[in-house]
């Protein structure tokens, strides 16, 4: 009878704390998200193909 009690008390604070968890990440996890979002992508990891830096290297200058 005790055990069982003990178990279901333990059982309840696992619930609690579980939700309790959520609670707290749920902001962080929309924060990063939005940081991923807008992530900038550098030239030197992705490279530019030859006609893009054409058509970046034309719309630069002012015509």
């Known amino acids: 009878m005790m055990g069982t009690q003990c178990l279901l008390g333990l059982r309840t604070f696992v619930a609690f704390a579980a939700k ?7 902001p962080l996890r ?9 992530k900038t992508v ?15 290297s034309q719309h630069g200058d002012p015509g």
């Not at 929309?30 to 807008?38: E, G, N, P, S, W």
């Open 20 to 26: 309790l968890w959520s609670f707290f990440i749920y």
């Open 30 to 38: 929309r924060q990063i998200r939005t940081v991923i979002q807008y």
């Open 42 to 56: 550098r030239c030197d990891i992705l490279p530019l193909s030859p006609v893009s830096r054409n058509r970046l």
